[in-house]
């Protein structure tokens, strides 16, 4: 089985700062992949960044970067020059092959960001 | 781009009652998901198809549960019998291949039981 921790409920930012959420995971797999995923009030799951296990360089979207540690199985994300739409719930997710063909994949239960004008 | 569209997006029952919730994946896509969000709580795998079958699922989506793919476009989730605490917010997601293919979620359908 995989699981997924995020330890913060909730963080708070200052608009135009950086700020990190954490994420640890656990998996038996040596092949798999992990995300971050932003849910705003609208509900609405959007992608934000990927990173592959197998990839040593950390993973950059624009303002948004991981930092993979892959020996530590942490996977956290920096989100750079932060601003008021990035207010929402941010969920870290894992995805392995499961044995089972569906590659489903497993969340935390999510970091409630608030930016601060 | 294209999206995963599901329909309604809030739907009201009552326990007891069937309801079926409608998804459309992306159209080159070959494996769809359901997962389940309670307020306030963690997103949950409920089911996966492919290949026209279910290819695995969790142990929420018992037999009050179904999935079909009826006409090669549409993807849907029932629940035969609502209870109170299948009161969620339901999504449905799809992706083009194996697992280093990103997902993609539809907007949820907020499912209210009265």
């Known amino acids: 089985a995989q699981t997924v921790t995020q330890s913060q409920p909730e963080m708070s930012v200052q608009e135009a700062e950086t700020v990190t959420l954490s994420c640890t995971y656990d998996?038996?797999?040596?092949?798999?992949?992990l995300f971050w995923y932003k849910q705003p009030p609208s509900r609405q799951m959007i992608l934000v960044i990927r990173?592959?296990?197998?990839?040593?360089q950390n993973a950059t979207e624009n303002r948004f970067s991981v930092n993979f540690q892959k020996a530590a199985k942490s996977f956290s994300l920096k989100i750079s020059d932060s601003q008021l739409g990035d207010a929402a719930m941010y969920f870290c997710?894992?995805?392995?092959?499961?044995?089972?063909?569906?590659?489903?994949?497993?969340f935390g239960k999510g970091t409630k960001l608030s930016v601060i004008p | 781009e294209p999206e995963v569209t599901q329909t309604p997006s809030h739907q009201v029952t009552q326990m007891g009652q069937e309801v079926i919730l409608r998804c459309v994946p992306i159209s080159n896509h070959l494996y769809f998901y359901w997962y389940r969000q309670i307020l306030g709580q963690k997103v949950e795998f409920l089911v996966s198809?492919?290949?026209?079958?279910?290819?695995?699922k969790s142990e929420i989506f018992d037999d009050q549960f179904s999935v079909e793919r009826p006409d090669g476009s549409n993807f849907t989730l029932k629940i035969r019998s609502t209870k109170l605490e299948d009161s969620a917010m339901y999504f449905c997601?799809?992706?083009?291949?194996?697992?280093?293919?990103?997902?993609?979620f539809g907007n949820g359908t907020r499912l209210t039981v009265t």
């Open positions: 990173q592959e296990a197998y990839k040593q």
């Open positions: 997601a799809s992706r083009r291949g194996a697992y280093n293919s990103p997902l993609h």
């Open positions: 198809f492919y290949n026209n079958e279910i290819s695995e």
């Open positions: 998996t038996s797999e040596s092949d798999y992949y």
């Open positions: 997710a894992l995805t392995s092959y499961s044995g089972a063909g569906s590659y489903q994949l497993t």
